[in-house]
């Protein structure tokens, strides 16, 4: 399980000694996803001497993956700064450029570090947080007549109701945490009076 920001992007402006930093803070699932935000902001904001980058990515069974880019700042002033923010918020799926017109004044490295870092910091506060967890899926087969029911009885319970198909019968398919399907049959016998078992349908991520 791990937390990440809704599919939005938020946009912060800072303003430092007549420079200007335009945050911008999106989710990206992936390399692809995220050069494309970088992308895009770099075209949304073709005149600026700047575009910064850093991002943060989940990857199944393996850490996650770390990129950051100075785009032409001195090393170290930009990328890393705003790397550090988004590892500070706990989120992973996360990217962050900041776009900077400058103003005439130069900052000096120190400037530059303290500059992207309060951009990212203040930018941060303003994304709504989402969690992805890895669930169980469970499938549920109910006749017609009964499943309104039975859905809303689950659903009452906290079981999360993924997907509902129409066929011959109705099939349910729930999520449930690692390990918690005795618990979630036991639920199901309760309410259908033992006439129902889910049976096992693989796992996914679900967000919520």
Not at 32 to 41: L, M
Not at 66 to 89: C, H, I, K, N, V
Request: proline content about 4%; hydrophobic content about 40%; charged content about 20%.
């Amino acid at each position: 399980m791990y937390t990440r920001p809704a599919a939005e992007t938020i946009t912060n402006t800072l303003e430092i000694k007549r420079s200007r930093f335009i945050t911008h803070i999106a989710r990206v699932t992936d390399e692809a996803s995220a050069r494309a935000f970088v992308d895009s902001v770099r075209a949304a904001f073709p005149d600026a001497r700047h575009h910064c980058s850093a991002y943060i990515y989940h990857v199944e069974g393996a850490n996650p993956v770390e990129r950051f880019s100075d785009d032409g700042e001195p090393s170290g002033t930009a990328g890393t700064p705003m790397l550090e923010q988004l590892r500070g918020s706990g989120m992973v799926d996360i990217a962050a450029v900041v776009v900077r017109y400058f103003g005439g004044i130069k900052l000096g490295a120190g400037g530059l570090v303290h500059a992207y870092s309060n951009s990212v910091g203040e930018a941060l506060p303003l994304v709504r947080r989402t969690t992805r967890a890895r669930k169980e899926l469970w499938r549920l087969d109910l006749p017609h007549a009964q499943a309104g029911r039975y859905e809303a009885e689950l659903r009452a319970r906290g079981i999360t109701v993924t997907e509902v198909e129409y066929g011959a019968q109705v099939t349910l398919t729930l999520a449930a945490d690692p390990g918690a399907g005795e618990e979630l049959a036991q639920t199901i016998s309760a309410i259908t009076s033992g006439a129902v078992a889910p049976r096992a349908a693989g796992s996914t991520w679900v967000e919520g």
